[in-house]
């Protein structure tokens, strides 16, 4: 069984910071890839940002050069810096990952979601 656990959402002021963590624990084996996605009410779950274990980052063109993600292997964890937030980055953060589990099992994995609000 595998689990993603996100942290680190809350309510900011436009233009400023927060950095959400996502901890993956379980029966992993290697996990291949780590991604962010976002739900802001009412709209389609939309792709952010990923990483894969090599280190090679993809972004939204919504987020390029405001938000960052990188990864701690040895940790399992993936992390998604956000600075000059603007109230339409207000949503739910889900985690997303790729993983090969011990029974060498592949999946993809999603958290329960950190809520990210940012006033105006």
């Known amino acids: 069984q595998v689990q993603l656990v996100e942290s680190g959402g809350g309510l900011v002021q436009a233009g400023g910071s927060l950095r959400l963590s996502c901890a993956a624990s379980?029966?992993?084996?290697?996990?291949?890839?780590m991604g962010w996605y976002r739900q802001a009410p009412g709209l389609q779950r939309e792709f952010v940002a990923g990483?894969?274990?090599?280190?090679?980052?993809n972004y939204a063109d919504s987020v390029k050069g405001r938000f960052t993600i990188s990864r701690a292997n040895a940790e399992n964890t993936v992390y998604l810096l956000m600075s000059s937030l603007k109230p339409e980055d207000t949503a739910v953060y889900h985690c997303?990952?790729?993983?090969?589990?011990?029974?060498?099992?592949?999946?993809?994995?999603w958290g329960q979601g950190t809520q990210v609000t940012v006033s105006s």
């Open positions: 997303n990952a790729r993983i090969t589990t011990t029974l060498i099992e592949t999946g993809d994995y």
């Open positions: 379980g029966s992993i084996a290697t996990i291949n890839y």
């Open positions: 990483v894969t274990r090599g280190g090679s980052t």
